[in-house]
Each structure stands twice: as structure tokens, then as C-alpha cells.
């Protein structure tokens, strides 16, 4: 057979339509017992101040209808177009191709975009938001998409870095530059003590353990008042300035706005903020590239596709594992110090188990390993959340939709590609005769 499925014969069709038929009533009925008590009953508040129930049954049909429409639809595309085979060689060449491309438009695009026409305080704000967000993907791709390890409490490295750039900075008073290596030293220090508990876990045991380990440091934050502030976080965390020349409002001898001669506007601080997380970001890309192609990123690959075989080999498992916790955990320390400068202040409500789903959510929706994949997914869930926030009430379900579109459409991720640095480029003919010595 070539192509990319055989084609159906007719007499199977009418039974391929009347199980999915069937398959999209079950669907409907289940989306009609969850959207009755979600959608269709609502409490409103009365002008006389008491709240009263008001039942919505047309908005529930429309999305019963949705739901019935939407998966006939799948199952008829899936049923006469067969499941689709594994990405073949040239696909994965195709895909690079078009990776070489879109890399630097969206790296020019960020470089540009403060100075791009009516571009103003929001779309910085966004901009900043979301590159915060793709360093944080792209730091938990190192222990997700390379090394395989399943973590769901990478939001705890983030909250070290940030408070340990918090209490430097207000504790001693060091400045930006000093306290952020430091945060990312420190990061990797807790990555290491989660590595060792997790050694000999993997699958569903070590996203358990990973996830204790996050809501452990949440509850430790909330609790220890007297270092963090309890629930009450910290407040007057000091700005960076732009190599000794704080940015100031009014302007004044010495600031950012006098030493070059332009006039003081509050916009250079956001978009001296801007290229700072663009640049801690372009950096963890780097050096994921770099250590990709080194000995320790190859054995986070093997250690990726199979344990045993990696044992096998004789790579450290112990080391391995623990340099990928290490590292990744170094990017999300270096994320939170950023955090806590932009913001000024922080507080334990800033990294619940929310923020960790998201982060590997973009992992997994831009293609685990792909670094321009997490990029794209970054952009889409944290820009095109702020698409749909004209829709109110409707958001979370328009973009918890489109999300489940995606994944259906493209079950391995926007680039779901993850072929290894190295690899056979043909297989090699083995002979009958060399197959009956033992060496096929």
C-alpha cells in the first residue's frame, strides 16, 4: 500500500457511519450531564439583593449540538482517511526545514516588536509575560522532553528562584546582577535533592513524587513566616537598573533618562525588562542546544527512549538524572528572580500547582524536545488566552476547546518531532549468514 491510507470499501461505510453516529450520541449525552449544572443553571443576584437560579436550556443544546457535531466529524475524517503511520523520514526533514525558517521571523519579531507601531504598555506587559513562559517551557523541556522525566512540581524551582532573589536582594541589599546567578545556583541545589528521593521512580511514581515535592515547597512558603512573610509574600523587591543607572520616573541626576539625554517616561523600564527576558531566554535556548549535541544530551536522550538499554550501555543513570534535574531547575531559578524584579513583590499564591500544568502543557502541546515547537505553543496559550478574554464567562471553554482541536489534530505537538542528535542514516543489510553467527 502506498500513500497515507488504503482507501475503505464501500459496503463498510454504512456501518463506519453508524458507529460513529452512535459514538457522537454517547458523546452528546455525556456533554449534556456535564453542561447542565456548568451551563445551564446559573445564580443571578435580584435588584433586591437575593439570588435567584435562571436556567440557560438554549445556550446547553447549542453546546450538546457542538459536541455531537465535533466528534462525527473526527471520527468521520479518522474513518476515511485511516490512522495516520509515524512521521517518515522526509516529514521530519520538512519539518526542520520549515523550523529554519520560522526561528528567526519570530526572533525578529521579538527584537522589533517594542519598537513596532502600536505597540504599547500591554502588548510589552504580554510580550514579557510570554517569554517568561517560554523560558520556563523551554527549561522544563531539558527534564521532560529530553530526559523523559515526568515532573509536575517544576513551578517549586520557580518559587526558589524567586524568593531567593527576594531575600538578597531586600536582606542584603545586593544588586540584580549578583542575586539572579545566585537564585539559579540555588534552583539547581533543590534540583539536585528532588533527584535523589526520585532515582529509581519513573512514570506515574515519579509525577507523584514530583508533585509532593512542589506543594511541599508552596506549603513550606506559607507556613515559614518569618523568613517568607507567610501569606503575606514580600513586598519592595529592588528593580534592576541598567548597569548602575536606575530608571526613574522624574528623571534626576544620575538615572537612565539623564545619562542618555531623552525624556523620563515609565515605558523604558518595561522595555528594558523586555530584552532582559529575552535574553535570559535566547540563553537557555542556547546552551539546550549546546548540551543537545554533547555527550551528557545524548545520554539524556537514551535515557529518554529506554532505561534499560541506556543501563545497558554503561551511562550513569544517577548522574544523568540528576544533571537534568539540576539544570532544568537552574532555568526556572533564573525565571523566578526575573519574576520577582518585573513584579516587586511575590507571595506564595504566585506558584500553585496551576502554574506547573501550564508549563507542561506548553511542553506537551509544542512537541516534546522541540525548542521552536514551545516557543509556538507558549505564544498560543498565554497570547491566545488574552484573544478570548473579550468572551467573558465563554473563555476557559472556547480555549479549553481549541486546545483539545489541537491536540486531536496534532497528537505529538505543533512540531512533534523528536528524532535523536545521532542516528543511523540507513539501516544496515545483515546477511543470512552473519544473522546465523549471532550478530542480527
Known amino acids: 500500500m502506498s500513500g497515507e491510507a488504503a482507501a475503505i470499501p464501500l459496503p463498510a461505510r454504512p456501518k463506519l457511519a453508524a458507529t460513529a453516529v452512535k459514538d457522537a450520541a454517547i458523546t452528546a449525552l455525556v456533554a449534556l450531564g456535564l453542561f447542565i449544572p456548568i451551563v445551564g443553571l446559573r445564580t443571578d443576584v435580584s435588584s433586591a439583593g437575593t439570588l435567584h437560579l435562571r436556567a440557560r436550556w438554549g445556550d446547553v443544546a447549542i453546546l450538546v449540538a457542538l459536541a455531537f457535531a465535533g466528534r462525527l466529524a473526527l471520527l468521520t475524517w479518522r474513518g476515511l482517511r485511516g490512522e495516520a503511520k509515524p512521521a517518515t523520514a522526509a516529514r521530519t526533514a520538512m519539518l526542520a526545514r520549515a523550523g529554519t525558517f520560522v526561528a528567526p521571523l519570530l526572533l525578529g519579531l521579538a527584537v522589533v516588536l517594542p519598537f513596532m507601531p502600536g505597540t504599547g504598555r500591554y502588548e510589552l506587559d504580554l510580550g514579557i509575560l510570554v517569554l ?110 541598567f548597569f548602575g543607572l536606575p530608571f526613574s520616573a522624574g528623571g534626576g541626576p544620575g538615572s537612565f533618562a539623564d545619562f542618555f539625554g531623552i525624556e523620563p517616561s515609565p515605558v523604558h523600564r518595561v522595555i528594558f525588562l523586555y530584552y532582559l527576558i529575552l535574553i535570559l531566554a535566547l540563553l537557555t535556548n542556547w546552551v539546550s542546544i549546546r548540551l543537545r549535541r554533547q555527550p551528557l544530551g545524548r545520554a539524556w536522550e537514551a535515557l529518554r527512549e529506554d532505561e534499560i538499554a541506556c543501563r545497558a550501555l554503561g551511562i550513569n543513570i544517577t548522574n544523568t538524572k540528576l544533571t537534568a534535574f539540576a539544570i532544568g531547575a537552574m532555568f526556572g531559578g533564573f525565571a523566578g528572580a526575573f519574576f520577582a524584579t518585573r513584579q516587586g513583590f511575590i507571595s506564595p499564591e504566585s506558584f500553585t500547582f496551576i502554574e506547573s500544568a501550564i508549563i507542561l502543557a506548553i511542553v506537551v502541546l509544542g512537541g516534546m524536545g522541540s525548542q521552536i515547537g514551545i516557543a509556538l505553543a507558549a505564544i498560543v496559550m498565554i497570547g491566545g488566552f488574552e484573544v478570548f478574554r473579550d468572551l467573558d464567562e465563554w473563555r476557559m471553554l472556547v480555549f479549553g476547546g481549541a486546545m483539545v482541536l489541537i491536540m486531536v489534530v496534532r497528537p505529538r505537538g505543533l512540531v512533534g518531532s523528536r528524532t535523536p542528535t545521532i542516528a543511523l542514516g540507513t539501516r544496515r543489510a545483515i546477511g543470512a549468514e552473519h544473522v546465523g553467527e549471532g550478530r542480527g
Do not use: H
Not at 528521593?197 to 512542589?214: E, K, Q, S
Open 132 to 241: 517568561t513562559y517560554v523560558m520556563l517551557g523551554w527549561g522544563l523541556n531539558i527534564v521532560v522532553g529530553l530526559a523523559g522525566l515526568l515532573d509536575l512540581g517544576y513551578v517549586a524551582f520557580y518559587a526558589v528562584g524567586a524568593y531567593s532573589y527576594a531575600l538578597l536582594a531586600t536582606t542584603f541589599g545586593w544588586s540584580f546582577w549578583i542575586c539572579l546567578p545566585l537564585a539559579g545556583i540555588l534552583a539547581a541545589f533543590w534540583g539536585v535533592l528532588l533527584g535523589f528521593p526520585v532515582l529509581r521512580l519513573r512514570g506515574d511514581y515519579l509525577a507523584i513524587v514530583t508533585l509532593a515535592f512542589g506543594e511541599i515547597i508552596r506549603v513550606v512558603l506559607i507556613n515559614w513566616v518569618s523568613l517568607t512573610g507567610g501569606p503575606n509574600g514580600i513586598t519592595g523587591i529592588p528593580r534592576p537598573s
